[in-house]
């Protein structure tokens, strides 16, 4: 009788009858992720409290969760550091797993890209010298805009200011000690970043009430591996329930600002 079954099923397999079944248990990507020993995330190291260098090794909140799906896949991780511009198309073109670089959900990344679960609710804020004549958004018109390039705080600025003349800078924190250093009137970028450099700069920096927009930060996946965007939502969702996504963000806004 059980050769019968299993004959049964060997056919209906061939036929094509199951694949639903068979799509709910496969994973081909986490497979090969195991099978190699070490899982790759692609990040931009400059942009704290997200991911940042520390006394020569990566840190920050991006770190902490990657580590985390390391861990569970009982893997290595491996970090490979780049121009945030790059990262997509290096993760189209296979050079890692997996994008965590505090990168905002859009429209048309997500056509490019398929995305995690957010696991933070962001925004933008806008960075001025303390004392600036510019108190809010409609003030940034006509003034010099600095921006970590390829960003949501490069495209909001282009396409929302009047008249700014755009300064583009390879990390967000170029970008602040640009208005700190007075080459650049304003900046904009993620709120937590923005906070974390405004607490470092002792007073010399401040923030505009006003947030330029509301965004959703999650992480990437090349498109055609479910199983791993299924895997790190896991992760993610585990992190908040347990508080470690809270601790890692505390633990981060602190030791981030101070690189």
């Known amino acids: 009788m059980k050769k019968m079954l299993s004959m049964a099923l060997c056919l209906m397999l061939l036929a094509g009858l199951v694949p639903a079944a068979l799509a709910e248990t496969a994973t081909p ?4 992720i195991k099978a190699k020993g070490k899982i790759v995330m692609m990040t ?16 920050g909140i991006d770190i902490d969760l990657s580590q985390m799906v390391a861990d569970k896949l009982g893997v290595e991780l491996e970090v490979l550091d780049m121009d945030f511009g790059l990262l997509i198309e290096a993760l189209k073109g296979g050079k890692g ?3 965590a670089a505090g990168m905002t959900l859009t429209e048309e990344r997500q056509e490019q890209i398929d995305f995690s679960m957010v696991y933070i609710k962001n925004g933008l804020l806008v ?7 510019i108190t809010k958004l409609s003030d940034l018109a006509g003034k010099k805009i600095a921006v970590q390039e390829s960003t949501t705080g490069d495209i909001w600025a282009s396409d929302n200011i009047q008249g700014a003349v755009m ?7 170029d970008a602040g000690n640009a208005v700190a250093s007075g080459k650049a009137d304003a900046a904009v970028m993620d709120k937590l970043p923005a906070e974390s450099m405004v607490k470092n700069a002792n007073g ?3 923030l505009l009430d006003e947030m330029a927009s509301e965004e959703d930060t999650a992480m990437g996946v090349a498109k055609g591996k479910e199983d791993l965007v299924a895997f790190i939502n896991d992760v993610l969702q585990e992190a908040i329930d347990s508080g470690a996504m809270q601790a890692s963000i505390d633990k981060h806004m602190v030791e981030g600002a101070g690189d």
């Open 97 to 99: 797993d997996f994008v």
């Open 29 to 32: 990507t986490l497979d090969a």
């Open 127 to 133: 960075i001025v010298p303390t004392g600036s004549e």
């Open 44 to 59: 931009n190291a400059t942009f704290p409290p997200f991911e940042y260098i520390k006394d020569t090794k990566f840190a």
């Open 167 to 173: 300064q583009q800078y390879k990390s967000a924190v």
């Open 204 to 206: 010399a920096l401040a």
